[in-house]
């Protein structure tokens, strides 16, 4: 597992920032130049994704997985406490290893995502990371990545073309391709109604077993966490301290310096 780190390596005070789950530890250069000024900041490419490996048996690409890799991680870094920063995919995995009544994640902000998920985002989330896409040229990928993220909010053309740089390389073919695996979709392919409900309590059970101060992120256009489960986080579990941002879907990129000054008040005060 690859990981991208930023500011001194000796200081103690370590942040881990995760993205989600068709995206890459570069999502966070604005989040983590902006906080490394009092942070080690650590930004993993979760497996089969970005510079990490593919892995052999696709059947685990699951947050079992995800939870261990960062138990590997949070080890190698050698430090007692860590304060993490996840994006959908990443906060699932936050939660899942704050959940540990020896859990090493101090604060913890969860970006757009909780235990009860939208059935009807996962497919559509599920169905274009499933597809088989490639681009004769870069700028046709920067296009296709701005309107399968169009919820992430207003972005200049700029932003745009660095949010799909992250996740598109050149192939020897010379067409553009999106840098993870495809088969990390097999687990949403075969997600169902009725296993999406098994799996949400078994989220919100780990969400109730946090201790730990959490912020919980959400765009007030969000069709993944939706305001009714947003409201029950604030009112169980580690009872989190809800921000809504105006105008964004499914999931602010906190690339703007208003959406780092949430982060770091939160995480510094």
Not at 140 to 147: A, D, F, K, N, P
Request: aromatic share 10%; with cysteine.
């Amino acid at each position: 597992m690859a990981y991208r780190e930023w500011g001194d390596p000796a200081n103690p005070e370590v942040l881990v920032c995760v993205h989600g789950v068709t995206r890459v530890s570069d999502d966070f250069d604005h989040l983590a130049g902006a906080l490394c000024d009092r942070y080690r900041v650590i930004c993993p490419d979760v497996v089969g994704r970005g510079r990490s490996s593919w892995l052999a048996n696709p059947q685990f690409y699951q947050l079992p997985q995800y939870v261990s890799d960062m138990v590997s991680l949070v080890a190698r870094l050698d430090v007692p406490k860590v304060d993490w920063f996840g994006t959908s995919m990443g906060a699932l995995i936050g939660m899942g290893l704050a959940a540990y009544a020896d859990t090493p994640i101090r604060k913890m902000v969860m970006n757009d995502v909780g235990p009860n998920l939208n059935y009807a985002a996962l497919i559509r989330i599920a169905e274009y990371m499933g597809r088989e896409v490639s681009f004769a040229t870069f700028e046709e990928g920067v296009e296709y990545i701005r309107t399968i993220s169009a919820t992430f909010g207003t972005h200049t053309d700029e932003e745009w073309r660095k949010l799909a740089g992250d996740v598109l390389r050149r192939k020897e073919d010379g067409s553009w391709k999106r840098h993870y695996d495809p088969a990390i979709a097999m687990g949403f392919k075969s997600l169902t109604e009725e296993s999406a409900k098994q799996g949400e309590a078994a989220m919100w059970a780990a969400y109730d077993a946090i201790r730990c101060p959490v912020m919980l992120v959400r765009g007030s256009e969000s069709d993944l966490l939706t305001p009714e489960t947003a409201a029950d986080m604030t009112k169980r579990g580690p009872h989190a301290e809800l921000v809504e941002l105006a105008g964004i879907g499914h999931a602010p990129t906190f690339m703007h310096d208003d959406q780092i000054a949430i982060a770091r008040r939160f995480f510094l005060g």
